[in-house]
């Protein structure tokens, strides 16, 4: 069985506030996602987490946003497709040069928070991002968010020569498109880690999950999002990690 790669979002911290717990998290996750400066980070967070991956041998993903740091990159902008293609490109070249300094290179290509939801939305802006990663390195692989029907963005990334990991997210509620619950709605966030586990196991194991409507949600799912904001996020993560180590021990 193959078992979806574990990627956790790093690196938010910036300049006297600390958000996170990327320390504790790093050492049982697959793939860290960095921020790139525009929706959350700084050069020097950057360096320490591009580091502190290294050290754990993780894969490094540079993870753009749009410019907005009041609103941690949430909050959706106007941009064209040619304005999101040039703001990742910035951003991936940022994180790229600080992999090089520190003896290692990037792995693939997270887009973060509302960029990334306008583009499983948007066929157009996700063009203008698979031109920046086929621009900076077409070797780079773009995560982009698993749905119901994923043949759309498979075309399209066929027609532009660009390699898809499709993610899911095992603390999230789903929609019956395969969209994530918006985050305003009481539920969209699982907080028990026997659900989180659960729904981690399922994904791993192409078993559908139930939408909020009650109907069948079948995602593919090359990586599975996970978080390490707290404490509790954490031993999730481990909880996890533990139960994948399990199934491919089966």
């Known amino acids: 069985m193959a078992i979806p790669l574990l990627n956790c979002d790093m690196g938010e911290s910036f300049g006297n506030w600390s958000i996170g717990l990327d320390a504790e998290v790093m050492p049982h996750v697959d793939c860290a996602n960095i921020a790139c400066g525009y929706h959350a980070s700084d050069p020097h967070v950057m360096r320490k987490t591009v580091a502190l991956a290294v050290q754990h041998g993780v894969k490094i993903g540079a993870h753009p946003g749009y410019p907005d740091l009041m609103g941690f990159g949430r909050r959706s902008m106007a941009c064209s497709p040619a304005e999101v293609e040039d703001m990742m490109l910035y951003q991936i070249g940022a994180l790229a040069g600080i992999c090089q300094a520190e003896g290692t290179a990037l792995s693939y290509v997270k887009p973060h928070g509302a960029m990334y939801n306008d583009m499983a939305a948007n066929l157009e802006l996700l063009e203008g991002a698979m031109r920046a990663v086929k621009a900076f390195d077409a070797r780079l692989p773009l ?36 969209h994530l619950a918006s985050r305003r709605l009481p539920g969209a966030v699982h907080h028990d880690q026997a659900t989180i586990v659960a729904q981690a196991v399922a994904l791993a194991k192409g078993e559908p999950l139930t939408a909020r409507d009650g109907s069948a949600l079948q995602l593919p799912c090359d990586t599975l999002c996970v978080h390490g904001d707290n404490p509790e996020s954490v031993a999730a993560v481990r909880a996890i990690r533990e139960a994948f180590t399990a199934l491919e021990s089966a």
């Open 143 to 178: 995560m982009v968010m698993a749905t119901a029907n994923p043949e759309p963005h498979r075309q399209l990334a066929e027609k532009m020569g660009v390699t898809l990991w499709f993610e899911t997210f095992a603390d999230r509620a789903y929609e019956a498109t395969g």
